[in-house]
């Protein structure tokens, strides 16, 4: 490997930021995840130029992956233009001369994403690069890292699923908003990072491979294309997602794009009122341009 | 009858061990600590056999190895030698030979324990009825609704008062959390449970209520049982068989009438004569 032939120009560093022998590492960690669907495979973590639980995790996954010519799309929460994916953004358009970002999820070949799945559904030749706060689901019912791993193991999550039942007694449904404990090709189950329970059926059978990166906690597992993804829940009880009905029983609309189908934000208008619109932005803008274009055949 | 458990040569060594550990240590020796090497002896050689709806009392004084023996075939700890056959239906299972997802499931679906303190049985953090969906989880019953009734019914069968299902047993009486921990134990129906001093610290009303419960128990699903206690009230009103440990030996077995009417081992005298 000549780890000199990737630099960039007069700049010091090299293509990615990271060296050539960690890109190795993080790779083989890539590897050995999807091969392994759900394990959590630990790696060396480098350190970033940023804190620690600023996405160093799907950073460092990106910037392993990437190569000249990708097209890279940053979200966070949805949007392309919130601090955390302006930043890692730029971070990866100063460290890879030659990648070029996108804010349409139709034509990146790589999503880095924190907390969202965007609403159009992926390609088999999109990679979705999850950045993850806490990797283990376990880590809610057993603090011993050492008993989680046996558990995990032998597929012991029983305890999670005590906690879905609690929550049920309680409250007569299950009140996990998100991080929502998803069982992955009938073994391990993982904590699918903070992604809303709407995001959760769309992990299954997706097209696309989808990598989950924690940077603090030094873990990197995968849900390989086609690969089952079940949501914990009872037989009886089953899993759902948010139903984002107003009091009549009504399904909210984006108060931008008008659509009925997507993941909503709430906000406050300036009056006061509850505003409800597309969480996703990209999905929202192209939902607007075809509405006016459609508009503008009318005319 | 039928066999459920068979358990031969059982012995637990705690620390290095070296070759004097046996013959300095026991009853003879009057220590459990190895003067060579300084190890703990806590049981040693304990060999007996369970059959279907009995109940076997082991007795001894505080430290004779008498919880480590219900703990070892429990899987809470490993043994350092013997073996125990447990036999389910047409099935045996060589205890100690397992992997430990078999010895999972075998404690998940076919065994049942009931701790002295209920802080080791029972999540203090989690309901009454989610301490029993714990357990019925762990045996893959995965409807809400049923696991919701086995709840209630065994909470009821067992008398807790179905207003509290919902509530934290670190609320409830010492006694009430004892009578969830056998709820707990009792929900997959086991063939076989350990009873480990249930009745220890609890008043004499509360004892009694609890026995008899073991007691109806014991008639209505024909559970097989280890009790281990040092009230030789509880061996003479629960046990037909008992065996009498100290320093982790085996000095008498027999049946409970007998070793309390005729003992025969000096120590099982003193100990029978103390008590009455």
Redesign the interface.
């Given at each position: 490997m000549n780890a000199m032939s990737h630099t960039t120009g007069g700049n010091a560093y090299n293509f990615g930021f990271l060296d050539e022998y960690a890109k190795k590492e993080i790779r083989r960690a890539v590897l050995k995840a999807i091969a392994i669907p759900g394990y959590q495979v630990p790696y060396a973590s480098r350190e970033m130029p940023m804190g620690r639980g600023f996405g160093t995790g799907g950073l460092q996954l990106t910037l392993a992956l990437i190569g000249p010519g990708e097209v890279v799309k940053v979200i966070d929460q949805g949007s392309d233009d919130s601090v955390n994916a302006v930043n890692l953004r730029q971070f990866i358009e100063m460290t890879c001369p030659g990648v070029s970002t996108t804010t349409r999820t139709a034509e990146a070949s790589l999503i880095q994403s924190r907390h969202r799945i965007p609403e159009r559904p992926l390609t088999p030749t999109q990679i979705l690069v999850l950045q993850v706060p806490y990797p283990d689901p376990l880590v809610v019912v057993e603090p011993s890292e050492d008993k989680r791993k046996?558990m995990h193991g032998?597929a012991?999550y029983?305890?999670l699923?005590?906690k879905l039942?609690?929550d049920?007694?309680?409250f007569d449904e299950i009140t996990i908003s998100h991080r929502y404990p998803t069982r992955i090709n009938g073994h391990y189950v993982i904590d699918p990072s903070p992604i809303p329970r709407w995001d959760v059926p769309r992990l299954d059978h997706a097209a696309a491979l989808t990598l989950f990166g924690a940077g603090r906690e030094k873990k990197i597992y995968a849900v390989p294309p086609h690969t089952r993804a079940e949501p914990l829940a009872?037989?009886?009880?089953p899993f759902r997602v948010e139903d984002f009905r107003d009091a009549a029983g009504r399904r909210r609309a984006c108060a931008r794009c008008g659509c009925t189908d997507s993941f909503l934000d709430e906000f406050s208008s300036d009056a006061g009122e509850k505003v409800y619109q597309c969480s996703d932005t990209d999905w929202c803008d192209e939902k607007l341009l075809r509405k006016e274009s459609l508009r503008g055949e009318a005319a | 009858m039928n066999k459920v458990l068979e358990v031969r040569n059982l012995s637990k060594i705690y620390g290095p061990g070296c070759p004097h550990c046996i013959e300095s240590t026991g009853p003879e020796a009057d220590t459990n600590l190895c003067p060579h090497c300084g190890s703990v002896v806590a049981i040693h050689d304990v060999s007996f056999d369970l059959f279907e709806g009995e109940i076997l009392g082991v007795m001894g004084e505080s430290g004779s190895g008498k919880s480590t023996v219900v703990k070892a075939l429990y899987f809470d700890q490993a043994p350092s030698g013997g073996e125990a056959i447990f036999f389910d239906g047409d099935t045996q299972h060589e205890l100690f030979a397992l992997n430990a997802a078999r010895q999972r499931w075998l404690r998940n679906h076919r065994f049942g324990m009931v701790y002295q303190n209920p802080n080791l049985g029972l999540n203090f953090n989690i309901s009454a009825g989610g301490n029993i969906a714990e357990r019925l989880l762990m045996s893959d019953l995965m409807d809400y609704g049923a696991i919701r009734e086995r709840a209630k019914a065994l909470l009821a069968r067992t008398e807790v008062l179905l207003s509290r299902v919902d509530d934290l047993p670190k609320h409830f009486s010492g006694g009430m959390q004892q009578r969830v921990q056998i709820a707990k134990a009792l929900a997959t129906q086991p063939p076989l449970l350990f009873l480990d001093e249930v009745t220890t610290g609890l008043d004499l009303s509360v004892q009694a209520r609890i026995l008899d419960l073991i007691l109806e128990i014991q008639q209505e699903l024909k559970t097989a049982m280890v009790v281990v206690t040092h009230d030789l009230g509880v061996i003479r009103l629960l046990t037909g068989r008992a065996i009498v440990m100290k320093y982790g030996r085996v000095i008498e077995t027999g049946l409970t009438d007998q070793i309390l009417e005729d003992p025969q081992h000096a120590y099982t005298q003193r100990l029978v004569a103390s008590a009455l």
């Open positions: 046996i032998e012991d029983s305890r699923l005590v039942y609690e049920i007694v309680q009872f037989s009886d009880v | -």
